[in-house]
């Protein structure tokens, strides 16, 4: 029911590891997009909104500047105060600007009664994401939960989408930031190749085993691998576990206790079994 | 990871009621389906799986026959015993065998390796409730979660999806059961009528009054309802709440404390965030 004391309004968004992709651009927004396929995480970002005189984003209480939370609040034609907490780190291939943009939508369609529907927020999100230059998959991933695979590119009007059935632990090692658009410019061509090939794989045999293996062999065809990344994805198989880079950042995911076993200190998580929602108040 | 170890799986299922409907039958299972509108709840359906020389099923020790399951079994083409434990009550509008059939392929799959993907399980439990005569459009809200609107009917590869942003508490009081074919045979051309009608308002404005308003008409002019739901309903609206009937059983349901406020004791669930999961073993 929407509020009507004035209350914030939260919302929770998953964070998303993508293992591979092929980029698709298009001149529209709703058609531009990624396919692939990626881990969401329970780990992830908590966005609170409330109105304001004028628009501001505030990360643990510091302003900072996100254009596609700019944009949805632009797109919703609201004025509000965003406060997000984030259990992810940003700009290390974990979605954190989707999950943003998508956290945004939701609660501000709450907080203002704005009655759009699921698919119109996520659509929304996603507009300012490609319009943003910030992202192509995450947030339809971040919408969905679980393992999803990004069959057709774009928002939920023209893509497709299936998902992985799994559940269990994810353990993770982030060393810090990739420039995406550096790393897009560089060998766009070859990772559609690899990525393409990858997607195969995975709607072969949709199984949690076939996408490490599948975004193992993009990480190293795509030619995004440090020495430093390559070496703990090695020292991980070298203990009979499964692990890859997240795509885009320097950060090394392993399903159930690959890292530990391999003898890192990693952060541990779950698959999340759940798309982005409204966090419920209580009675 | 897949069970090395013998272990059974286990799969949660939401329960689901469904707020209004149309029925659209076909020839294909793939395409048969309904339209219409629901809320899935965080009281659901548990689905244990191991294997076993003959296939069996059994609700809380005691052996039940349930066809949709066994055509799932007969669709992964494994034999198996299924376990099942239930929160919400049977044959009374809350999607409980959708749940066991989405369950049992859910766990199946993970238990016996079949390497489907997410869309393919969910088909097979569609199409197994379609051909059992059991349900048209619970499986593939209880693999949504949330609140979901069914714009296409029929399982994933033909349906269109959507879903109303909420989360929050759901209180319900069952009466019993309602025997869903003579229902059906009885009316169908004015349900059709009724739920095309509900679906339109819902589309216009995706918010929980607005489905709760337009099920509430839907349960009037359907002829369902009987005169002592229409007197809960009554009650909780005399309070300033909203309630409707569960299609299709003898069910009222209530968003946030509708039918507490009017005095009685319901169940207390809340708006389920996801859709049916794998419950993830402990490490």
Not at 146 to 161: C, H, Q, T, W, Y
Not at 259 to 267: R, Y
Request: proline content about 6%; glycine content about 12%.
């Amino acid at each position: 029911m929407p509020d009507s004391r004035g209350d914030p309004v939260e919302a929770f968004v998953p964070g998303h590891i993508t293992g591979f992709f092929s980029a698709h651009p298009a001149d529209d927004p709703d058609r531009a997009g990624s396919r692939g396929a990626g881990i969401t995480l329970s780990h992830g970002v908590t966005v609170r909104v409330e109105p304001a005189r004028t628009s501001q984003i505030r990360l643990d209480d510091s302003p900072i500047t996100v254009p596609p939370v700019a944009r949805v609040l632009e797109a919703l034609d609201v004025t509000a105060r965003v406060s997000v907490t984030t259990e992810v780190p940003l700009g290390a291939g974990f979605g954190a600007s989707g999950a943003m943009a998508l956290g945004t939508a939701l609660a501000a369609n709450e907080r203002f009664g704005c009655r759009r529907s699921e698919n119109a927020l996520i659509s929304i999100a996603h507009r300012a994401e490609v319009l943003s230059g910030t992202g192509l998959g995450d947030v339809v991933a971040q919408a969905r939960g679980g393992v999803p695979i990004r069959l057709e590119p774009g928002a939920p009007s023209s893509n497709e989408m299936d998902g992985i059935p799994a559940a269990g632990t994810i353990e993770y090692l982030a060393f810090g930031k990739l420039d995406t658009a550096t790393v897009l410019e560089g060998n766009l061509a070859e990772i559609t190749r690899a990525g393409s090939r990858a997607l195969r794989r995975v709607v072969d045999e949709p199984t949690l085993e076939t996408f490490m293996a599948a975004s193992r062999a993009f990480a190293g065809e795509s030619d995004l691998l440090s020495d430093r990344l390559a070496g703990v994805i090695s020292a991980v198989e070298d203990h009979g576990g499964m692990a890859s880079m997240a795509m885009l950042g320097k950060t090394v995911f392993a399903p159930g206790s690959g890292l530990s076993d391999a003898g890192f200190e990693p952060v541990r998580c779950s698959i999340h079994d759940a798309g982005a929602t409204l966090v419920a108040r209580s009675d």
